[in-house]
């Protein structure tokens, strides 16, 4: 009798661990009875009779994902990889088609990725398959759907997470680009210098405006200060003619004056000829007497006012 104590211990704890088990949360148990589907357990736990029901698989209800990388080509011959990313799940209503109807459920969606990847990317250029990425994933999503749903898996999104062209080829687009923003900078920089040159030549021009402006008022106030010495001159008896040659005479003088008054300046005169010499010589004399006399007349002049 106490032999058989141990033996009853023994066969109570299998038949409790064989009638209780524990579903965890978001998976599902499918049990079957002598090999034939009986049902699903949810979450929590769950009682099967024993040696009768087995569980004969557990399946995650949770959102998984699948990368799958596919190397094909494009319309302008360029080979390119990409990686798609399959976002999926179990049908929480459809677990008995998920487990009994696929074997190999990861083979048979990357099998779709393949066929849908290398039947869109061929219609498109290197540049379209980076712009268009999305409508690449929402094919590869569509054609999925389509498939999959009856296997009781829902394809929940699907990206195109990665682009890779051959080496060769990114480093041919880099040289374009730099050479695109070479050519931008460039249009750039003559564009700011032809608006300097512009800027610069209408500065310039301003004060070649302004400077021909200040010359005339000069010239003109010159002529003014002549007009008013010559009246000046006429009202003492000093004609014109002599007027002008006092005038003359003391702009040579001022002249000189100006040119003597700089330390670091000086004055060469050098005659073509002794002829031209000569002359030079004795026009100023002649206008340094004609000054003289001049001088004397207004002299007297004013003496006779005075008297």
């Not at 687009?173 to 931008?184: D, G, P, T, Y």
């Not at 030549?201 to 003109?220: C, P």
């Given at each position: 009798m106490i032999f058989y104590i141990p033996l009853l211990v023994l066969l109570f704890f299998l038949l409790v661990v064989g009638t209780f088990f524990v579903v965890k949360q978001q998976s599902a148990a499918l049990v079957e009875r002598f090999g034939k589907f009986s049902g699903t357990r949810q979450s929590g736990l769950q009682l099967k009779i024993p040696l009768i029901d087995k569980v004969a698989g557990r399946l995650s209800l949770k959102i998984q994902q699948l990368d799958v990388v596919i190397e094909t080509k494009?319309?302008?011959?360029?080979?390119?990889?990409?990686?798609?990313?399959?976002?999926?799940?179990?049908?929480?209503?459809?677990?008995?088609?998920?487990?009994y109807k696929l074997d190999y459920p990861h083979d048979q969606i990357t099998s779709y990725v393949f066929d849908v990847v290398r039947a869109e990317v061929p219609k498109m250029k290197l540049d379209d398959v980076f712009e268009r990425k999305n409508d690449i994933a929402n094919a590869v999503k569509l054609e999925l759907n389509e498939a999959m749903l009856n296997y009781g898996y829902d394809i929940i999104k699907t990206l195109v997470t990665d682009i890779d062209p051959d080496q060769q080829v990114k480093e041919a687009m880099n040289r374009i680009n730099a050479s695109e923003r070479e050519k931008v900078a460039a249009q750039f920089?003559?564009?700011?210098?032809?608006?300097?040159i512009v800027e610069r030549a209408k500065a310039e021009a301003e004060s070649k405006r302004l400077q021909g402006m200040g010359i005339a008022d000069q010239r003109r106030e010159i002529a003014r200060g002549l007009e008013e010495s010559v009246e000046v001159l006429n009202k003492v008896g000093i004609n014109s003619q002599e007027a002008s040659a006092l005038i003359v005479v003391t702009q040579h003088y001022d002249t000189l004056q100006s040119i003597g008054s700089e330390t670091n300046s000086n004055l060469i005169l050098l005659p073509n000829s002794p002829q031209a010499g000569s002359e030079m010589l004795n026009n100023m004399v002649a206008s340094f007497t004609a000054s003289n006399q001049i001088g004397e007349a207004m002299k007297k002049a004013a003496n006779k006012k005075i008297e």
């Amino acid at each position: 009798m106490i032999f058989y104590i141990p033996l009853l211990v023994l066969l109570f704890f299998l038949l409790v661990v064989g009638t209780f088990f524990v579903v965890k949360q978001q998976s599902a148990a499918l049990v079957e009875r002598f090999g034939k589907f009986s049902g699903t357990r949810q979450s929590g736990l769950q009682l099967k009779i024993p040696l009768i029901d087995k569980v004969a698989g557990r399946l995650s209800l949770k959102i998984q994902q699948l990368d799958v990388v596919i190397e094909t080509k494009t319309k302008d011959d360029v080979f390119v990889k990409l990686k798609v990313s399959v976002q999926y799940k179990v049908i929480k209503e459809k677990v008995y088609e998920a487990f009994y109807k696929l074997d190999y459920p990861h083979d048979q969606i990357t099998s779709y990725v393949f066929d849908v990847v290398r039947a869109e990317v061929p219609k498109m250029k290197l540049d379209d398959v980076f712009e268009r990425k999305n409508d690449i994933a929402n094919a590869v999503k569509l054609e999925l759907n389509e498939a999959m749903l009856n296997y009781g898996y829902d394809i929940i999104k699907t990206l195109v997470t990665d682009i890779d062209p051959d080496q060769q080829v990114k480093e041919a687009m880099n040289r374009i680009n730099a050479s695109e923003r070479e050519k931008v900078a460039a249009q750039f920089e003559g564009d700011a210098q032809r608006i300097l040159i512009v800027e610069r030549a209408k500065a310039e021009a301003e004060s070649k405006r302004l400077q021909g402006m200040g010359i005339a008022d000069q010239r003109r106030e010159i002529a003014r200060g002549l007009e008013e010495s010559v009246e000046v001159l006429n009202k003492v008896g000093i004609n014109s003619q002599e007027a002008s040659a006092l005038i003359v005479v003391t702009q040579h003088y001022d002249t000189l004056q100006s040119i003597g008054s700089e330390t670091n300046s000086n004055l060469i005169l050098l005659p073509n000829s002794p002829q031209a010499g000569s002359e030079m010589l004795n026009n100023m004399v002649a206008s340094f007497t004609a000054s003289n006399q001049i001088g004397e007349a207004m002299k007297k002049a004013a003496n006779k006012k005075i008297e």
